[in-house]
């Protein structure tokens, strides 16, 4: 059903300019149809954002690609990926078939592409991605409408797959499709990642039961969608609570978190990557970060939550690297009526308690998220000052107070909480 979804209604175009954006979006105009459905936008009324089933294995032709992802931990840890991957033939993606296999392609490449740089740690990253990488790469980059570099996108949203097709979504029933060094620990921060994008599906419909409520107008069908967007919030909540019993911080900050790291406001790399035989300059892009996820951007872009300037400057630009279809599923969130608006105009008790308790969730959730970060950033890496494993690179001190996206990340996460706090409503006098 996926590969027909290649999201040809949301266009990009090639450029190599001063901005070092190999992706720009063309403008699009974006009108409220009605009724709002999560279809329109490729998202899947079971799984969200999270691409359904994805595929584990391309073509015959693009053997060579994942000969190297299916052992890329031990390439890493042995030092040979580099060697590897330049021994590679330079394929082109033109025997791609659909959607769902370019998905695959661009997670494959992202993870080659990152442990290629970081194989020898933050002291010694490659400076230039070779051409047989960097072509195809950004070849796929482009039909996807994603940058070439690892995104939320491919290391969760893409990476993931049943033992038993029929079985649950659970940890006990997942495992990943790609992976770094990092083990059980890695296998555990990709996978509930997952169920945290899993926990969120009722909300997302919430949000589109919502929007169409108002413009119906239906307060008693509002009411519903706020009450469920409140419990997948606070789904979420218990869902990111798992990363406690599945990934060890020590493991994480260590070993796992250098191959999330970009090449944007990244002292290891402060010029950028050079990507051969694309452009001459070297090109910044930004590491993996939670804001990559449309998750929250779209429940802040529902209930009217607006963040410092700084904040929502960033949050803005990671939109550019989430799958244009789910861009622009904020987009026309965003462009629709205001709930704010309309729950104060209404003067129905009942919707403003229901959206004061979405938005309280939603700040408690960014609370919780706080104490994880400080548990696996903050704490280890005070830790990791004393003891790291020797046989892998380094922890990427260049980043120790800074999120792999490239921010001050308490600082921004508690501005980003504080905001979605001071939006709770009070009933006009």
Same mark, same amino acid.
């Given at each position: 059903?996926?590969?027909?979804?290649?999201?040809?209604?949301?266009?990009?175009?090639?450029?190599?300019?001063?901005?070092?954006?190999?992706?720009?979006?063309?403008?699009?105009?974006?009108?409220?149809?009605?009724?709002?459905?999560?279809?329109?936008?490729?998202?899947?009324?079971?799984?969200?954002?999270?691409?359904?089933?994805?595929?584990?294995?391309?073509?015959?032709?693009?053997?060579?690609?994942?000969?190297?992802?299916?052992?890329?931990?031990?390439?890493?840890?042995?030092?040979?990926?580099?060697?590897?991957?330049?021994?590679?033939?330079?394929?082109?993606?033109?025997?791609?078939?659909?959607?769902?296999?370019?998905?695959?392609?661009?997670?494959?490449? %992202?993870?080659?592409?990152?442990?290629?740089?970081?194989?020898?740690?933050?002291?010694?990253?490659?400076?230039?991605?070779?051409?047989?990488?960097?072509?195809?790469?950004?070849?796929?980059?482009?039909?996807?409408?994603?940058?070439?570099?690892?995104?939320?996108?491919?290391?969760?949203?893409?990476?993931?797959?049943?033992?038993?097709?029929?079985?649950?979504?659970?940890?006990?029933?997942?495992?990943?499709?790609?992976?770094?060094?990092?083990?059980?620990?890695?296998?555990?921060?990709?996978?509930?990642?997952?169920?945290?994008?899993?926990?969120?599906?009722?909300?997302?419909?919430?949000?589109?039961?919502?929007?169409?409520?108002?413009?119906?107008?239906?307060?008693?069908?509002?009411?519903?969608?706020?009450?469920?967007?409140?419990?997948?919030?606070?789904? #979420?909540?218990?869902?990111?609570?798992?990363?406690?019993?599945?990934?060890?911080?020590?493991?994480?900050?260590?070993?796992?978190?250098?191959?999330?790291?970009?090449?944007?406001?990244?002292?290891?790399?402060?010029?950028?990557?050079?990507?051969?035989?694309?452009?001459?300059?070297?090109?910044?892009?930004?590491?993996?970060?939670?804001?990559?996820?449309?998750?929250?951007?779209?429940?802040?872009?529902?209930?009217?939550?607006?963040?410092?300037?700084?904040?929502?400057?960033?949050?803005?630009?990671?939109?550019?690297?989430?799958?244009?279809?789910?861009?622009?599923?904020?987009?026309? #969130?965003?462009?629709?009526?205001?709930?704010?608006?309309?729950?104060?105009?209404?003067?129905?008790?009942?919707?403003?308690?229901?959206?004061?308790?979405?938005?309280?969730?939603?700040?408690?959730?960014?609370?919780?998220?706080?104490?994880?970060?400080?548990?696996?950033?903050?704490?280890?890496?005070?830790?990791?000052?004393?003891?790291?494993?020797?046989?892998?690179?380094?922890?990427?001190?260049?980043?120790?107070?800074?999120?792999?996206?490239?921010?001050?990340?308490?600082?921004?996460?508690?501005?980003?909480?504080?905001?979605? %706090?001071? %939006?709770?409503?009070?009933?006009?006098?």
């Amino acid at each position: 059903m996926f590969d027909a979804f290649r999201p040809v209604s949301f266009q990009y175009s090639f450029s190599a300019d001063t901005s070092n954006k190999i992706m720009e979006p063309q403008k699009q105009n974006l009108k409220t149809t009605l009724p709002l459905s999560l279809g329109r936008f490729h998202i899947s009324e079971d799984y969200g954002f999270l691409l359904p089933n994805p595929l584990k294995e391309l073509p015959d032709h693009y053997k060579p690609w994942m000969e190297i992802a299916n052992k890329l931990p031990h390439l890493i840890e042995s030092r040979q990926l580099r060697a590897h991957v330049n021994k590679m033939p330079l394929l082109n993606c033109h025997f791609l078939k659909g959607y769902r296999e370019q998905r695959l392609a661009h997670l494959v490449l %992202s993870f080659i592409t990152m442990g290629y740089v970081w194989q020898e740690g933050e002291t010694n990253p490659e400076q230039v991605l070779p051409r047989n990488l960097a072509l195809p790469f950004v070849e796929v980059s482009r039909n996807l409408g994603l940058p070439p570099i690892l995104v939320h996108a491919d290391l969760v949203l893409t990476n993931w797959t049943k033992g038993n097709p029929e079985g649950p979504l659970e940890i006990r029933n997942l495992d990943t499709i790609v992976a770094f060094p990092g083990g059980e620990s890695l296998r555990g921060f990709i996978l509930v990642t997952v169920l945290v994008e899993k926990a969120a599906v009722p909300g997302i419909k919430a949000l589109v039961q919502a929007v169409n409520a108002i413009l119906q107008p239906s307060q008693d069908s509002l009411l519903q969608a706020l009450q469920q967007l409140r419990v997948s919030i606070q789904d #979420i909540t218990r869902a990111l609570e798992q990363m406690h019993d599945y990934v060890d911080p020590d493991i994480f900050y260590a070993v796992i978190r250098i191959f999330l790291s970009g090449w944007k406001d990244n002292p290891a790399m402060p010029v950028g990557l050079i990507y051969e035989g694309v452009s001459k300059d070297p090109l910044k892009y930004s590491g993996g970060s939670a804001a990559q996820s449309t998750v929250l951007h779209a429940f802040d872009a529902f209930l009217g939550i607006r963040h410092s300037k700084e904040s929502g400057d960033f949050l803005h630009r990671m939109r550019d690297y989430m799958p244009p279809s789910h861009k622009a599923f904020i987009e026309e #969130i965003h462009s629709a009526p205001s709930l704010r608006e309309y729950t104060l105009s209404s003067g129905n008790c009942q919707l403003l308690t229901a959206y004061n308790q979405c938005t309280e969730a939603l700040a408690e959730l960014r609370t919780y998220h706080i104490t994880v970060v400080t548990k696996y950033l903050i704490t280890a890496a005070a830790k990791a000052k004393v003891r790291r494993p020797s046989h892998l690179p380094g922890p990427p001190q260049a980043l120790e107070k800074i999120g792999t996206g490239g921010t001050t990340v308490l600082s921004f996460l508690k501005t980003v909480r504080d905001k979605t %706090s001071e %939006s709770i409503l009070h009933p006009a006098l």
